[in-house]
């Protein structure tokens, strides 16, 4: 059974189980896995611990195992020949401990920022100031970057259910608009979820690429890549705004979380602090690194978790201080976050599984042979396709990422690129935006809190999706050209 037979019966898995069965990502994922894994023969798995140069002295010409081993090469022989040999429930679970262990953490830390920035009024402290800063005339561009500041702790739905109320608060203001608004709010919430960590999806794929792909540099790609998409969605929400009126209807379920108006605010500094804070550590250890000015305490604090738990104490600081503490406790928020981030580490732990396992059905060398020459821009969009593929099909942005990032990281290790593997990771955030339809929790989210058919919400949000992802893809290619970064 061949790498692209397996890929399409991984793939073939995941979208029944998550489309027609209605599981949950997390089982879907877990099953997939299990399944290739079962299925990947023990000579695929043989193949898959060596190397080209070990292949041509272990395999024949038809890439057989030799019945004869060199005895240099004895060694390499019996470590190959034990991972073959492995049960393939240990092979999955080796690698889901392996996937956990590596952003479990993280995304723990990430959960107790969001719900303290929430709980606190700190998110809504931010909003408050930009649109202070910005005027009413300007309210679509701070709808826009608050979305996108926002989206980097907080989950996509979570920031779309907080600042929704003040874009209809905005549109019984002004009596127009509102479909900009809509569109502004999800422009610049929806790419900083598929490009900027420490949300699970590009911090996982990341992760994929090893030290190709650091945290910082994911960080600062993915603030420049974002911020451009997020202009060119914010030019398609005037366009669409000019063509299509949408009426403020009464939502069929009211989700709204914003905070009353009275409630006394924390300062913006403070509010700001917890969301600043991880990417200065992080994005200065990574330029301080590149310009050789590197120290123990440097790559301390610019470590990941390091970072992310610093940037947690000062959320939890900024929950202690908040007039609602009373209501809710901090020991309650924390809980309540980590509670909802045990999901999240559950189905990214067990997408990274079922990456690791795919690697081994040696899928990323077959698609690296067929494209032709090591060095070629094709594997970027390559990687586009993929992730846009996966995520259409079955509807969650960020399993199709981290599924795409599991085949597409391994093309990049121990290829000889002419540009950074930094453009591959984002290419994948960029093809994880189309195409949002019936399938997305997110496409029912927008479409119900903001009262639009699944009609309007496709012509408009699913569309300005597909604009800012190749727009992204375009931007990136151009990277790549014209500034490698190698």
């Known amino acids: 059974m061949g790498p692209l037979v397996l890929l399409s019966i991984g793939i073939l898995v995941v979208v029944v189980s ?3 069965l209605k599981w949950h990502p997390f089982i879907a994922l877990t099953v997939a896995g299990l399944t290739v894994a079962f299925l990947t023969p023990s000579e695929v798995l043989y193949r898959a611990e060596l190397t080209r140069e070990q292949r041509e002295v272990l395999l024949d010409e038809n890439g057989v195992r030799l019945k004869v081993i060199p005895e240099s090469m004895e060694s390499v022989h019996a470590s190959a020949l034990e991972a073959s040999e492995s049960w393939f429930v240990e092979r999955f679970t080796g690698a889901f401990g ?5 952003i479990a953490l993280v995304i723990a830390m990430a959960a107790i920022i969001g719900k303290c920035l929430l709980d606190s009024g700190g998110a809504k402290s931010i909003v408050d100031a930009l649109m202070r800063l910005f005027g009413v005339k300007g309210t679509p561009f701070a709808f826009a970057l608050s979305a996108f500041t926002l989206g980097i702790p907080v989950f996509f739905d979570t920031v779309f259910y907080l600042l929704m109320p003040l874009g209809k608060a905005m549109r019984r203001e002004t009596g127009r608009n509102y479909l900009l608004y809509i569109l502004t709010i999800v422009a610049g919430a929806t790419m900083a979820h598929s490009l900027v960590p420490p949300t699970p999806g590009p911090l996982t794929v990341a992760g994929f690429f090893g030290d190709q792909v650091t945290i ?4 600062i790609g993915g603030l420049v ?3 451009l ?3 060119v969605g914010i030019v398609f929400a005037y366009w669409a705004n000019r063509r299509w009126e949408i009426p403020l209807r009464e939502p069929e379920a009211n989700q709204e979380v914003a905070a009353p108006d009275n409630r006394p605010l924390p300062s913006l500094w403070l509010a700001l602090l917890p969301i600043i804070l991880p990417v200065v550590l992080i994005g200065g250890e990574t330029i301080l690194s590149a310009a050789g000015a590197n120290s123990p305490v440097i790559e301390l604090l610019g470590d990941k978790n390091i970072a992310l738990m610093l ?3 000062a959320a939890v600081y900024l929950l202690t201080r908040s007039a609602t503490l009373q209501a809710k406790g901090v020991r309650v928020a924390v809980q309540d976050a980590l509670m909802s981030g045990g999901v999240i580490i559950l189905i990214t732990s067990a997408g990274s599984a079922f990456g690791e396992i795919l690697k081994e059905t040696g899928i990323a060398e077959f698609i690296s042979d067929s494209v032709e020459g090591q060095q070629s821009l094709m594997l970027i969009p390559i990687a586009y396709l993929v992730t846009a593929l996966i995520r ?5 942005a960020t399993v199709a990422m981290i599924t795409a990032g599991g085949m597409v990281a391994p093309l990049a290790n121990g290829t000889d690129l002419s540009y950074s593997a930094l453009y591959l990771a984002l290419a994948i955030g960029c093809g994880s935006k189309p195409i949002s339809w019936a399938n997305d929790s997110g496409f029912w989210v927008i479409g119900s809190m903001s009262g ?5 919400t496709f012509k408009t949000v699913s569309i300005m999706m597909i604009v800012m992802s190749l727009a992204g893809l375009a931007i990136i290619l151009l990277g790549a050209v014209f500034l490698p970064l190698i």
């Open 392 to 396: 259409t099909a079955q509807g969650s």
């Open 452 to 456: 639009m058919t699944p009609v309007e």
């Open 311 to 313: 940037s947690a104490a």
């Open 229 to 231: 998409t997020v202009a």
């Open 225 to 227: 890549v974002g911020s």
């Open 216 to 219: 910082g540099s994911m960080m």
């Open 18 to 20: 998550i489309i027609a």
């Open 98 to 102: 392996k996937g956990c262990g590596s």
